[in-house]
């Protein structure tokens, strides 16, 4: 706000803010030039939680378990697999080659029957015949064995009723078998007996035994074959299910891994803002915070850290009110002594200028002679009011606090600052946000405060194409906030940082004692005074006031708002 006054001081008449008076009771005081709003609160501790190391240890196990199931779920499978070619390895393949075997040698041997009858010498015959009819019985019981393989291989009830099937079949396959051995042993009898009738007879019968066993390999062969086929496609079908299974377990285990990853760095990521903070307070920096709520042990050590800032920051905040008391002090007690040596010799100058000013009417001086010595009235006037304002510094402050309605008193503030706003041609607005609570306050030093922020407010925008001052009052933080925004041209960071130190100012003319004084009575009302950061055109200067306790807010009606005084008593 270019040309922020400074000078707005309290009359010779009245005292700065109550409050201790020696620096080292001012150092409770609540620092006023650090923000408008009051401290947050600090927060609970974070209820206890699990461990960090039993955290990540559960993200472990729980990846452990999830990769542990699909391993396990893979060697069943495969052992399933295994179990299906042993299945298909010893027992179908092999009882399907060996009834081919079979087969071939069994339609052989029907062959052989069906002409030994023709044949000049039938011994060669017979002699095969007989070496087939010794080796079948060892060929079927090698299928009966292999069929008990199956059914020891089964893997299931159906498998095994399959298997319990072939057997039957390899049974019945067996008494025919001896059946016809025992018609061929009747046939070879007739035959060397000459009895070639009955020998006839008896070879058809035979046949009809061979042809019986000829349609039991054939069936069991059609059985195995059938069989092998089906555990052929059943093995590709299991093939094909555990890769896609496989895969979709393995993408499974891997998004769990990646989720305990993100868990795991959601965990660790404190760490980190926790290393910035610490680096920001290397360098001086007490302004941040960690915002960690968490049970364990980083959250903790997050709210401590949170807590050894803060304790920091309000160890700084205090030392810089010490010293800030300890500088007003010294300079209100040479302002006083400086005060003191320059009004007496004022107050002389002024009564002997008006003296002059009379002798002067009554013996017609010229104009350019009154003129003279109105200028020297008005500078004694201007030193007059100066005094007054460093006099200011010096005196111990006492307040007269009653609940006050800060919305009320703004109005009638704005109110009265209208025709200097209609004059300068700016506009005054005042807005009441909400219900803001009643403060305990001296109503007078409040305007005095707002009546010093109106006027420097006006001044910085004089010149401006927009020509607006804005006061805002609202509830905020268990109190009340006061905000005076204007559309000037904006405060440098360099005369921002100094704003509240006596004897500042940015403009030609000005005491720099009023935003000191006007940032006194905040602390002595323990509240906050301070200028927004923003940077750009236009400043805003925020008062925050604490509320009256809740026992003590029926006394609102009573604001000191009402006593009569009004804002030309700043």
């Given at each position: 706000?270019?040309?922020?006054?400074?000078?707005?001081?309290?009359?010779?008449?009245?005292?700065?803010p109550g409050g201790p008076s020696t620096p080292a009771a001012r150092l409770e005081e609540r620092p006023s030039g650090a923000s408008a709003e009051p401290p947050p609160a600090g927060g609970e501790e974070p209820r206890r939680g699990p461990s960090l190391a039993v955290r990540i240890l559960a993200a472990f196990l729980a990846l452990a378990v999830a990769f542990g199931g699909i391993v396990g779920w893979g060697l069943h499978r495969s052992r399933r697999a295994l179990e299906g070619v042993r299945l298909l390895d010893e027992g179908y393949l092999r009882l399907a080659l060996s009834t081919a075997e079979l087969r071939a040698t069994q339609a052989?041997?029907?062959?052989?029957?069906?002409?030994?009858?023709?044949?000049?010498?039938?011994?060669?015959?017979?002699?095969?015949?007989?070496?087939?009819?010794r080796l079948r019985p060892e060929r079927v019981a090698r299928l009966g064995e292999i069929v008990a393989r199956i059914r020891a291989l089964a893997p299931d009830e159906a498998a095994r009723a399959a298997a319990d099937g072939l057997a039957q079949d390899l049974a019945r396959l067996g008494e025919d078998a001896r059946a016809g051995d025992a018609a061929l042993d009747r046939f070879f009898g007739d035959l060397d007996a000459?009895?070639?009738?009955?020998?006839?007879?008896?070879?058809?019968?035979?046949?009809?035994r061979e042809r019986a066993v000829d349609r039991g390999l054939r069936a069991a062969g059609r059985e195995a074959?059938?069989?092998?086929?089906?555990?052929?496609?059943?093995?590709?079908?299991d093939e094909s299910r555990t890769f896609w299974m496989l895969l979709g377990l393995a993408l499974v285990a891997a998004g769990i891994a990646i989720g305990i990853l993100v868990f795991v760095h959601s965990i660790l990521a404190p760490l980190r803002a926790l290393e910035r903070a610490v680096q920001a307070v290397a360098r001086g920096d007490l302004s941040g915070r960690i915002d960690v709520r968490r049970g364990d042990e980083i959250g903790r050590l997050a709210a401590q850290f949170d807590r050894m800032t803060a304790a920091i920051r309000d160890r700084d905040e205090r030392l810089r009110a010490l010293q800030q008391s300890e500088k007003l002090a010294a300079l209100g007690r040479m302002a006083a002594h400086v005060t003191h040596e320059v009004r007496n010799p004022l107050s002389a100058i002024g009564l002997n200028t008006e003296l002059l000013?009379?002798?002067?009417?009554?013996?017609?001086?010229?104009e350019a002679t009154r003129g003279m010595v109105q200028a020297i009235a008005r500078e004694v006037e201007r030193l007059t009011r100066v005094t007054q304002s460093y006099l200011s510094l010096a005196r111990t402050p006492r307040l007269e606090t009653a609940p006050t309605d800060v919305g009320r008193l703004a109005r009638e503030t704005v109110e009265f600052h209208q025709p200097e706003a209609e004059a300068s041609g700016a506009t005054?607005?005042?807005?009441?946000?909400?219900e803001p609570p009643a403060v305990p306050a001296?109503?007078?030093?409040?305007?005095?405060?707002?009546?010093n922020l109106l006027r420097n407010a006006l001044?910085?925008?004089?010149?401006?194409?927009?020509?607006?001052?804005?006061?805002?009052?609202?509830?905020?933080?268990?109190g009340v906030e006061l905000a005076v925004s204007d559309t000037g041209p904006g405060l440098s960071d360099e005369a921002r940082a100094r704003l509240f130190e006596p004897f500042f100012t940015t403009k030609r003319q000005g005491t720099g004692i009023g935003l000191a004084a006007s940032q006194q009575i905040a602390a002595a009302h323990r509240g906050t005074l301070a200028c927004d950061p923003a940077p750009g055109p236009g400043a805003t200067f925020r008062l925050w006031l604490p509320a009256l306790p809740t026992s003590s807010a029926s006394g609102k009606d009573g604001d000191a708002s009402a006593e009569g005084r009004t804002p030309s008593g700043v």
């Amino acid at each position: 706000m270019s040309g922020r006054d400074h000078s707005q001081a309290a009359p010779a008449g009245s005292s700065l803010p109550g409050g201790p008076s020696t620096p080292a009771a001012r150092l409770e005081e609540r620092p006023s030039g650090a923000s408008a709003e009051p401290p947050p609160a600090g927060g609970e501790e974070p209820r206890r939680g699990p461990s960090l190391a039993v955290r990540i240890l559960a993200a472990f196990l729980a990846l452990a378990v999830a990769f542990g199931g699909i391993v396990g779920w893979g060697l069943h499978r495969s052992r399933r697999a295994l179990e299906g070619v042993r299945l298909l390895d010893e027992g179908y393949l092999r009882l399907a080659l060996s009834t081919a075997e079979l087969r071939a040698t069994q339609a052989i041997l029907l062959t052989l029957l069906e002409r030994i009858l023709d044949e000049p010498d039938p011994a060669a015959t017979r002699s095969w015949v007989e070496t087939v009819r010794r080796l079948r019985p060892e060929r079927v019981a090698r299928l009966g064995e292999i069929v008990a393989r199956i059914r020891a291989l089964a893997p299931d009830e159906a498998a095994r009723a399959a298997a319990d099937g072939l057997a039957q079949d390899l049974a019945r396959l067996g008494e025919d078998a001896r059946a016809g051995d025992a018609a061929l042993d009747r046939f070879f009898g007739d035959l060397d007996a000459g009895r070639q009738e009955q020998a006839r007879a008896t070879l058809e019968a035979a046949l009809q035994r061979e042809r019986a066993v000829d349609r039991g390999l054939r069936a069991a062969g059609r059985e195995a074959d059938r069989q092998v086929a089906d555990l052929s496609a059943a093995l590709q079908r299991d093939e094909s299910r555990t890769f896609w299974m496989l895969l979709g377990l393995a993408l499974v285990a891997a998004g769990i891994a990646i989720g305990i990853l993100v868990f795991v760095h959601s965990i660790l990521a404190p760490l980190r803002a926790l290393e910035r903070a610490v680096q920001a307070v290397a360098r001086g920096d007490l302004s941040g915070r960690i915002d960690v709520r968490r049970g364990d042990e980083i959250g903790r050590l997050a709210a401590q850290f949170d807590r050894m800032t803060a304790a920091i920051r309000d160890r700084d905040e205090r030392l810089r009110a010490l010293q800030q008391s300890e500088k007003l002090a010294a300079l209100g007690r040479m302002a006083a002594h400086v005060t003191h040596e320059v009004r007496n010799p004022l107050s002389a100058i002024g009564l002997n200028t008006e003296l002059l000013q009379e002798e002067l009417e009554r013996a017609g001086a010229p104009e350019a002679t009154r003129g003279m010595v109105q200028a020297i009235a008005r500078e004694v006037e201007r030193l007059t009011r100066v005094t007054q304002s460093y006099l200011s510094l010096a005196r111990t402050p006492r307040l007269e606090t009653a609940p006050t309605d800060v919305g009320r008193l703004a109005r009638e503030t704005v109110e009265f600052h209208q025709p200097e706003a209609e004059a300068s041609g700016a506009t005054l607005e005042c807005e009441v946000q909400g219900e803001p609570p009643a403060v305990p306050a001296d109503a007078g030093r409040l305007r005095q405060v707002l009546a010093n922020l109106l006027r420097n407010a006006l001044e910085a925008v004089e010149d401006r194409p927009e020509r607006r001052v804005r006061v805002v009052v609202r509830p905020l933080r268990d109190g009340v906030e006061l905000a005076v925004s204007d559309t000037g041209p904006g405060l440098s960071d360099e005369a921002r940082a100094r704003l509240f130190e006596p004897f500042f100012t940015t403009k030609r003319q000005g005491t720099g004692i009023g935003l000191a004084a006007s940032q006194q009575i905040a602390a002595a009302h323990r509240g906050t005074l301070a200028c927004d950061p923003a940077p750009g055109p236009g400043a805003t200067f925020r008062l925050w006031l604490p509320a009256l306790p809740t026992s003590s807010a029926s006394g609102k009606d009573g604001d000191a708002s009402a006593e009569g005084r009004t804002p030309s008593g700043v």
